[in-house]
């Protein structure tokens, strides 16, 4: 019986740094080599593979089927694998690598932030990328190894861990209710400005609780915000009433800006989650993150 044939991995480090590029000279520059190198690994992994890891055009290089499912799998492993020759390479406990977090915009300034500067004086050999946007990304397709989210989960493809919970504050400056007058009804809010959130789903539709009574309002918005820091802008120079989570209601109702309208009735919690990409693996830099942060936020 022959030996089976030894696998040569040495493309494979270039070919999730060209998947999460997008391109040839950004996986260049990411790896420290030359576009050609880039270039002759990937085709040598293509031929050896026997399949067409991406498609070509003039601006992009995305992933074929096969490309995707192949990076979906060997992301892990591989980055399992760098992590545990960084640590048997150091004490057994510094985290070496990069380490990817995503979370709204207005969360990831007031909390990711602190906390991720802290975390990294703690592991200084840890590169750390923070991005934040209320625009839910594709973990995969973008690299992201951890997302922080409020609201109501739906891709069932995620895992995920609920951290705790967030309320929402009907809220509208001091100057737009000076000229409209203040509602004393959730029914009244029909014939205000209303600024809607479109990342939403249902951004005009808004239940509100009071005791046993429940009123349901459908909303009519001239102005829209697609970030919480336009919607605060909005909100903060009078355009109208909207609905924001505490993170960002409250410092701005603190510092006067905003006004809490409708006090005695209440609107849905949404939970605060710890989000990973689908896979078997959770790298130790993710772990070690997530026991950090959720100590920090205690």
Not at 24 to 30: D, L, S, V
Request: charged residues 25%; aromatic residues 8%; proline residues 5%.
């Amino acid at each position: 019986m022959s030996a089976p044939r030894e696998r040569d991995l040495t493309g494979l480090p270039i070919f999730i740094a060209l998947v999460e590029a997008g391109s040839f000279t950004a996986a260049a520059e990411r790896l420290g080599c030359t576009k050609t190198r880039v270039s002759l690994q990937i085709r040598q992994l293509e031929e050896r593979l026997g399949a067409t890891l991406f498609q070509r055009t003039t601006r992009r290089v995305q992933p074929t089927q096969a490309g995707e499912t192949l990076y979906r799998e060997c992301r892990p492993l591989l980055t399992g694998l760098q992590e545990a020759l960084a640590m048997a390479e150091g004490d057994g406990r510094q985290l070496r690598g990069e380490l990817r977090l995503t979370g709204p915009e207005d969360y990831a300034a007031r909390v990711l932030g602190p906390a991720v500067v802290e975390f990294g004086q703690q592991h200084p050999a840890l590169r750390i990328e923070l991005r934040s946007g209320d625009r839910i990304s594709d973990m995969l397709e973008e690299g992201i190894d951890l997302a922080f989210r409020l609201g109501w989960l739906k891709d069932s493809t995620l895992r995920a861990r609920r951290l705790g919970e967030f309320r929402q504050y009907l809220v509208a400056s001091p100057a737009y209710l000076a000229r409209h007058g203040t509602p004393e009804h959730p029914e009244a809010l029909a014939e205000h400005a209303w600024v809607a959130f479109t990342p939403l789903a249902a951004p005009l539709t808004w239940t509100f609780q009071r005791g046993e009574e429940s009123c349901r309002v459908q909303m009519r918005a001239r102005l829209a915000a697609n970030s919480t820091a336009a919607l605060n802008a909005l909100l903060t120079a009078g355009g109208g009433l909207s609905v924001m989570a505490d993170v960002t209601a409250e410092a701005e109702m603190r510092a006067g800006r905003l006004v809490q309208v409708l006090q005695e009735w209440t609107l849905p919690t949404g939970g605060v989650y710890a989000v990973y990409p689908p896979g078997r693996h959770l790298p130790a830099r993710v772990r070690a993150f997530m026991e950090f942060f959720q100590s920090w936020t205690a």
